[in-house]
Nanobody, 121 residues
């Protein structure tokens, strides 16, 4: 079983910065990618950013140029540096880890519990 734990959320004024951290632990044989989604009240969960084990990144258009995703493969950890935050970035941010727990098994996406990010205007 894989456990995913996020940290680093909080309240910040518009224009400010926050850094989210996420660590995956447990039965991880191979980690394919990790990333972040977010969900605001009344909205569907949407992809924010992800990073593959090879370091390839992908961002939602709404955060390009403001957010940076990075990872540490040795620690099964992913970070999300969020700069120039806007009120519309307010949401619960969820981390995921996409991993296989043994050779030849399928990848499975495990989610964290989420961390609240609130940006005041």
């Amino acid at each position: 079983q894989v456990h995913v734990v996020e940290s680093g959320g909080g309240l910040v004024q518009a224009g400010g910065s926050l850094r989210l951290s996420c660590a995956a632990s447990g039965s991880i044989f191979r980690l394919n990618d990790m990333g972040w989604y977010r969900q605001a009240p009344g909205n569907e969960r949407e992809l924010v950013a992800l990073i593959s084990s090879e370091g390839i990144t992908h961002y939602a258009d709404s955060v390009k140029g403001r957010f940076t995703v990075s990872g540490d493969n040795a620690k099964n950890t992913v970070y999300l540096q969020m700069n120039s935050l806007k009120p519309e970035d307010t949401a619960v941010y969820y981390c995921y880890a996409n991993s296989a727990n043994s050779p030849g098994t399928a990848y499975y996406r495990q989610w964290g519990q989420g961390t609240q990010v609130t940006v005041s205007s």
